[in-house]
């Protein structure tokens, strides 16, 4: 060994320096809970019944859903539309019952693909919540179906649509697509 | 001397077969078709046509094939496509379906005209999964339509308690107007109006009170005539078909009931190959026997494994078990005889029991004077 090598100093200051440069890095990891990851426009997280623009459901229950589940995870129960209940209903057949069950649901999205009505689809900005009891696992209407004052808004509906955004912005015609709350 | 029967020979799709004069193409065709199961997709659709009803046929024009050589006299083709259901074989006919690729263009033109006022509400009706025609405009149609005029309309109508009638749907088959024909004497039940205002009615609101009326349920190939009892209760395709029969003092109560779980939801006549129904059932059978204690269950009906009712259900021996575990099954454990018949009648039961008792005492005797 030469003489600098022996008195070690100069290989303490390099791994130093090494060791401080990454302090002033920017970090790679963020604070899961409080800070969420922008998860791109496909990801498939939990289900979402749409409504239409005046606020009508849009799922007429045809079951294709449910016959296309891999899991078989959705239960349907159809009803009849009253008079009355144009409103609220889209046609003349409604889900009286539509649940879904988010222990056997694998998110694979066949569910969207199959959908005749653009009714269920999966939300890219939220998850499933972990859950503590069991009587959270089966999500019945009440959680599943779109909240009209605060509505779940997407850049692009199909993928043929998000294909086609994706060409606009490589060829940077236009900027910005702007989310929206009708497929 | 006895005389035979004159067998005349005609070639359908290159395949030869021996017919008596009078058949039309399409039962020639069904005939190669029940002959050799592999050669079913030969036989022409039919949309209107229906072997049980005297005089269907020939509306549809689903079934149109070219014949290539009129007969072994007159060789000449026959100049347009023409329906099978009511075209007479011919000795030395030969006759073209799914080896012309004319009449596959044909047919999706056909396809495109059935469906011009046909709405496409199939996630609503209760036909779907069902229905003739979805089923032919999704083997022979193209997936885009260029219609862009206004579709007709009709009001729902109800056709007596039990049979609702959409009258948008209907593809003017005219198939429940012959049954009508044939369970009444008198006729209550017939088209009105011609051309794209032609209706199928019940003459001035005259409800058919006849007892085998709900039989247009099942001979209408789409969603125009339906169950009212059954009306959205539940998709074809989660529910269970069942052969069962009952003590009918007015049909043959031939039935399939479709159960949700435990439940009877639908009570149906048996429809063979051709989705065509043989026996009528009664308005008894059909609407007001839904209970299991009613009926005597003969086992499950039969299904395509292509049809959609058998989706989500799954059949034991396509279902494929390790092969270690066979192998041990196999070193372990006697085979179990499968092929045993389902019996459901109590007195044969009994007597099965009776006979196994006595063999097994007189086994268990053997055994005894041995020792």
Known sequence: ?183 | METKPDLLKITFDGIEVEVEAGTTIMQAARRIAEADASQGHLVPPAMCYYKPLEGSGGKCRACLVKVAQGSAKDTRPMPKLVPSCITMVQDGMVVENVTNPAVLEERKAIVEFLLLNHPLDCPICDQAGECHLQDFAYEHGSSNQRYEEERRTFEKHDIGPYIQLHMTRCILCYRCVYTADQITEKRVHGVLGRGDAAEISTYIEKSIDNDFSGNVIDVCPVGALTDKTYRFKNRVWFSKPVDAHRDCDKCSSHVTLWYRGEEVIRVTARKNEWGEVEEWICNTCRFEKKKTSDWIIEGPTKVLRSSVVSANKYRADTVKKPDFALRLANSQYKPIDDSRPFITDEETVRQLSIENNRKANERSAFENTEN
Do not use: S
């Open chain 1, 1 to 183: 060994m030469t003489l600098a090598e022996k008195i070690y100093l100069p290989a303490i200051a390099t791994g130093m320096a090494i060791t401080i440069k990454h302090f002033f890095q920017k970090k790679v990891t963020i604070r899961y809970p409080e800070v969420k990851r922008y998860l791109g426009p496909v990801f498939r997280g939990r289900h979402v019944l749409k409504r239409d623009e005046q606020g009508r459901e849009r799922c007429t229950a045809c079951g294709l859903c449910a016959v296309a589940c891999p899991a078989e995870a959705i239960q349907i129960v159809a009803e009849e539309r009253k008079k009355g209940e144009e409103h609220l209903y889209r046609e003349e057949k409604y889900a009286a019952i539509y649940e879904v069950n988010m222990l056997r649901c694998i998110f694979c999205g066949l569910c969207e693909e199959a959908c005749p009505k653009q009714a269920v689809y999966l939300r890219h900005d939220e998850f499933v919540p972990v859950f503590t009891e069991r009587d959270q696992v089966i999500w019945g209407k009440d959680l599943l179906t779109e909240n009209m004052n605060n509505r779940y808004l997407r850049k692009a509906w199909t993928k043929e649509e998000a294909r086609e955004q994706n060409l606009i912005e490589a060829k940077g015609e236009a900027a910005e697509f702007v989310p929206r709350a009708i497929p």
